[in-house]
């Protein structure tokens, strides 16, 4: 009666390993984070995996021949045009992620040394700013660099200069600007989280044994903020180079950047295998710089220490 | 030797701090003052006060199209990255397997990505499947780039959360939705109200992705960027500016005091019944 009841006993063990397997951590786990991680899949995999498919054909007016060439690469990467607008946008975006890490650093270091009870007082008036849409910044930059602007109207009611200059806008500096602006807040955070974790006794103790301020900072503080800087750089430098804003409102013709390239060829040129082709290798090339940036700060801060 | 130590010790790097504020406030602040102001090109002096540019908008039928089209877009956006937020954080702050950070990784990636290469790859997979484009695909771009948000919101109010209380429902013969209903949401309520905002006010201001993936329905960036092409429009575009600003500040400033409130309290109550 029992046995019949309960099954054979190799029966009842699957059944009751199975039971736990579907209530195991990893199962499910893995069950509820599918819907999002199948939907990052579907629309950012899937779509990059398209675009490297599509880097290698070619466009014949309406259709697309789908025969392998490396005829777009050869385009993107020799073309002066192409080349001169991806070293235009590594530049730019180099410059930029310096920028920002150099004038955020100091920030995030009295936040987190010197900022007491208004720690979180001082992140949130920093990162407010940054809530407020990207379009609204970049335009109000050109309210403020622009020929009939802010800039040059004040400077010639103080009586600095006699006529505009034309120099403040439609330039690569005027990118330069907007986008130091523009991602500000984005290098802080990380920097200010990393140096959170610093140990304190550590500076106290460099500090003990007789080091200076600077050189208890530079020997102690600084490296193991690395990781901090580290972030802070990438989080602004991937996305500053694809930047298609920017360089189309203050940019003019000196300022052009490869993303306005990108979208011309799917766009107006209507040339989605170049168009392809010239985002793979901005990719490809920002991950280098990326990854020796990485590498950079790495051996600085072995030297430091 | 005394300057430099009363450099590290705060004193400059205040001073520096406030300039920096400045620096990040001032540019923004220009919006709003030129948007009263009676001239049409943003320049000093200021001419006098006008609320014109403000009493123009509701008589801009586009422009009501386009506020219309946002908030569709917005609301979507914020319930159905919200949803796909919360299976996500629930799943990383509270079971641990393996290629959990490789998942955590590809599902926050679009955070460090170039906007204009994540849009046109869409853009190129939507026109493949014969998806034609419209306010539905602004949706599913915006879903992808708020998902990153709503999770690091959620996150911060999901963790420290106590379990103990959801295993206390369990052994006192609560099923496992009863659980989820009675205890865990209303501890992490705030949390999702502070994710719902804060994806709001992302695909309100979002403009690449609507830019690439909208059919003929504009947004409101899109609205704006179609107007900035017209110096005579520029007051009105700084009012409509002005606008926004004011919401996604207000929103924001919500958000904020809504997570600050749940993380509070899941720690604060594990701490108390630990």
């Not at chain 1, 100091?106 to 040394?113: E, K, L, M, R, T």
């Not at chain 1, 901090?228 to 189309?248: C, E, F, N, Q, R």
């Not at chain 2, 520096?16 to 009263?36: D, G, H, K, Q, R």
């Not at chain 2, 059919?215 to 409101?220: H, I, M, R, S, V």
């Amino acid at each position: 009666m029992t046995a019949a009841v309960e099954g054979s006993p190799s029966l009842r063990m699957t059944r009751a390993r199975r039971n736990a397997l579907l209530q195991s951590e990893p199962v499910q786990g893995l069950a509820l984070i599918s819907p999002t991680f199948i939907y990052a899949l579907i629309l950012l995999v899937l779509p990059i995996l398209v675009v490297i498919a599509h880097s290698f054909w070619t466009q014949h007016y309406l259709t697309i021949d789908r025969t392998f060439t490396l005829e777009n690469y050869r385009v993107a990467l020799t073309e002066p045009i192409y080349r001169d607008l991806l070293w235009r946008s590594l530049y730019i975006s180099l410059t930029v992620s310096l920028l920002t890490v150099l004038l955020a650093y100091p920030i995030a270091y009295f936040i987190s040394f010197h900022g007491g009870r208004h720690k979180s007082l001082w992140l949130f008036l920093i990162t407010i700013p940054f809530w407020t849409s990207y379009l609204l910044r970049v335009m109000s930059w050109k309210v403020i660099l622009g020929y009939n602007g802010v800039l040059n109207s004040g400077l010639m009611g103080l009586g600095v200069i006699d006529e505009p200059s034309t120099a403040l806008l439609y330039n690569s500096s005027a990118v330069i600007i907007t986008l130091t602006h523009a991602w500000a807040a984005f290098a802080i955070l990380p920097i200010f989280v990393s140096l959170e974790k610093v140990d304190r006794t550590l500076v106290e103790a460099a500090t003990d044994l007789g080091d200076g301020p600077l050189r208890s900072f530079l020997r102690v503080t600084l490296p193991l903020s690395a990781p901090g800087i580290i972030s802070a750089s990438l989080i602004v430098m991937i996305p500053t180079v694809g930047d298609y804003v920017t360089p189309k409102l203050v940019g003019g013709k000196d300022g052009v950047m490869i993303a306005n390239a990108i979208q011309a060829q799917f766009g107006k040129a209507s040339n989605w295998p170049l168009g392809a082709a010239l985002s793979v290798t901005t990719m490809l090339v920002v991950t280098l710089m990326a990854g020796a940036t990485v590498l950079i700060i790495r051996a600085l801060q072995r030297l430091a220490r | 030797m005394i300057a430099l130590r009363r450099f590290l010790s705060g004193g400059w790097l205040r001073a520096y701090a406030f300039l920096y504020v400045v620096f990040l406030y001032l540019p923004v602040i220009f919006l709003p003052i030129f948007s009263v102001n009676t001239a049409a090109t943003p320049k000093f002096p200021l001419t006098g006060f006008t609320l014109h540019w403000y009493q123009d908008l509701p008589r801009t039928p586009a422009l009501l199209d386009a506020a219309w089209n946002s908030l569709i877009v917005g609301v979507s956006a914020a319930v159905l990255s919200t949803l796909l937020g919360i299976l996500a954080a629930r799943s990383i702050t509270r079971y641990r397997y393996p290629g959990r950070s490789t998942i955590h990784g590809l599902i926050m990636a679009p955070l460090v990505l170039p906007e204009v290469i994540v849009a046109i790859s869409m853009l190129l997979v939507m026109l493949q499947l014969g998806l034609s484009l419209s306010l539905f695909t602004v949706v599913l771009g915006h879903v992808l780039v708020c998902i990153p948000y709503s999770m690091t919101v959620l996150t911060s109010g999901f963790e420290g959360f106590d379990r103990s209380l959801e295993e206390a429902s369990a052994d006192l013969g609560e099923s496992a939705f009863g659980t989820f209903r009675r205890v865990t949401l209303p501890m992490v309520a705030p949390a999702i109200i502070s994710s719902l905002l804060v994806c709001f006010t992302i695909s309100l201001d979002e403009f690449i992705i609507a830019f690439f993936l909208t059919g003929t329905e504009a947004t409101l960036p899109i609205y704006i960027w179609g107007q900035l092409r017209f110096a005579a429009k520029l007051p009105g575009v700084l009012a409509l500016g002005t606008l926004l600003l004011v919401a996604s500040f207000l929103l924001m400033t919500v958000a904020e005091i809504l997570r600050r409130r749940a993380a509070g309290r899941t720690q604060n109550e594990g701490g108390l019944y630990a």
